[in-house]
T-cell receptor, first 115, second 109 residues
Framework: DAGVIQSPRHEVTEMGQEVTLRCKPI?????LFWYRQTMMRGLELLIY????????DSGMPEDRFSAKMPNASFSTLKIQPSEPRDSAVYFC?????????????FGSGTQLSVL | QKEVEQNSGPLSVPEGAIASLNCTYS??????FFWYRQYSGKSPELIMS????GDKEDGRFTAQLNKASQYVSLLIRDSQPSDSATYLC?????????FGAGTILRVKS
């Protein structure tokens, strides 16, 4: 398996522009998470899907952020309009649950820079 | 506010020594605890999980959990330069996996 696939790897945009981040989870994983990582705030959970349904979006910072999961193999995180304080690394992760416990598999992340 | 606290470090240890990383958490009801390792510029990867009080060993790694003290630790024996990374403690609070800020570990050869 190729693991969790995120695109793009890097995104540089200007303030006010729309940004769309994409994620393909590992096949068979029912849960998908979007995290944001910054030096100041560490790794923060933004939103969590289970079986394509958003379960908890309390970490989404503002209405400018939205996330969708139209099917089991694809999710997007959209920021509109983007602001410089949105600059961070955005990680998508999918999860397994078995007798050994739970394990998150992270994608390579998207480095977002908003100028 | 569900919190996970870690000393940011850096923690510097010589090659071959034991590295001890610590984490405290705020909710006594938490049942699931994890250690993730993150190399610079890379994504986090799971190295240990622990669900019950006591020690859990996996190779050179030992996770220790003390629920009464709300304390989780990770011991790395025979530390290697390749262990140099940021170690993230994570605690499950209901639906959410909350991460600490991480401890930077540097193993000097």
């Amino acid at each position: 398996d190729a693991g969790v696939i995120q695109s793009p790897r890097h995104e540089v945009t200007e303030m006010g522009q729309e940004v769309t981040l994409r994620c393909k989870p590992i096949s068979g994983h029912n849960s998908l998470f979007w995290y944001r990582q910054t030096m100041m705030r560490g790794l923060e959970l933004l939103i969590y899907f289970n079986n394509n349904v958003p379960i908890d979006d309390s970490g989404m910072p503002e209405d400018r952020f939205s996330a969708k999961m139209p099917n089991a193999s694809f999710s997007t995180l959209k920021i509109q309009p983007s602001e410089p304080r949105d600059s961070a690394v955005y990680f998508c992760a999918s999860r397994t649950l078995d007798r050994g416990g739970e394990k998150l598999f992270f994608g390579s992340g998207t480095q977002l820079s908003v100028l | 506010q569900k919190e996970v606290e870690q000393n940011s470090g850096p923690l510097s240890v010589p090659e071959g020594a034991i590295a001890s990383l610590n984490c405290t958490y705020s909710d006594r009801g938490s049942q699931s605890f994890f250690w993730y390792r993150q190399y610079s510029g890379k994504s986090p990867e799971l190295i240990m999980s622990i669900y019950s009080n006591g020690d859990k060993e996996d190779g050179r790694f030992t996770a220790q959990l003390n629920k009464a003290s709300q304390y989780v630790s990770l011991l790395i024996r025979d530390s290697q330069p390749s262990d140099s990374a940021t170690y993230l403690c994570a605690v499950r609070y209901g639906n959410k996996l909350v991460f600490g800020a991480g401890t930077i570990l540097r193993v000097k050869s």
